[in-house]
């Protein structure tokens, strides 16, 4: 093995700093409690990219505050995306992360994580998921689901509490 060898994890000045945290934020309140517990689990200071994934007319996120806007209106329906993914990112560096705005128009919804997740070299994916089926919420909610199902990156799922 050389020095050079390009599996190597570590450099002279250390071990090499993992990509970022992609949290996937909808506006929801689970969302937020999903960047709450990774600054919990997480070390402090990492960089975090906080996307909002966008869909004109069904738009796939809770807007900020009492915020209307047309759902047909592609430029309306982004700007009321990086709205509520400046929320998330507010709640990140609560957090102790530093954190980037990014929105993404993609449906399905997952598809646009798991690309940008992709694109950024995230080392992690962080998302709420709310529970579905008969058997007392064990199911996991549907984007949640997708993208654990084709995401090569490591997913932390965040359970929304009984």
């Not at 020095?3 to 506006?27: E, H, I, N, R």
């Not at 709205?83 to 449906?107: C, S, V």
């Not at 996991?140 to 799922?157: D, F, K, N, R, Y």
């Amino acid at each position: 093995m050389t020095s050079t060898d390009a599996d190597a994890t570590t450099t002279a000045a250390g071990p090499l700093d993992p990509g970022p945290v992609l949290f996937a934020y909808d506006g929801c309140e689970l969302a937020g409690c999903a960047i709450e517990q990774a600054g919990k689990q997480l070390a402090s200071g990492r960089d975090a990219l906080v996307l909002c994934v966008w869909q004109p007319a069904d738009v796939g996120f809770v807007p900020v505050g009492e915020q209307h806007f047309d759902a047909a209106n592609a430029a309306e329906v982004h700007q009321a995306a990086h709205e509520t993914a400046a929320q998330g990112a507010a709640l990140a560096e609560k957090a102790g992360f530093r954190a980037q705005i990014l929105t993404e128009e993609a449906a399905p919804t997952w598809k646009g994580i798991v690309k940008v997740a992709q694109e950024r070299n995230a080392s992690l994916i962080v998302l709420g998921a709310h529970r579905h089926g008969p058997l007392a919420g064990h199911f996991v909610g549907s984007v949640a689901s997708a993208v654990l199902a084709h995401s090569e990156t490591s997913v932390l799922i965040v359970h929304q509490r009984a």
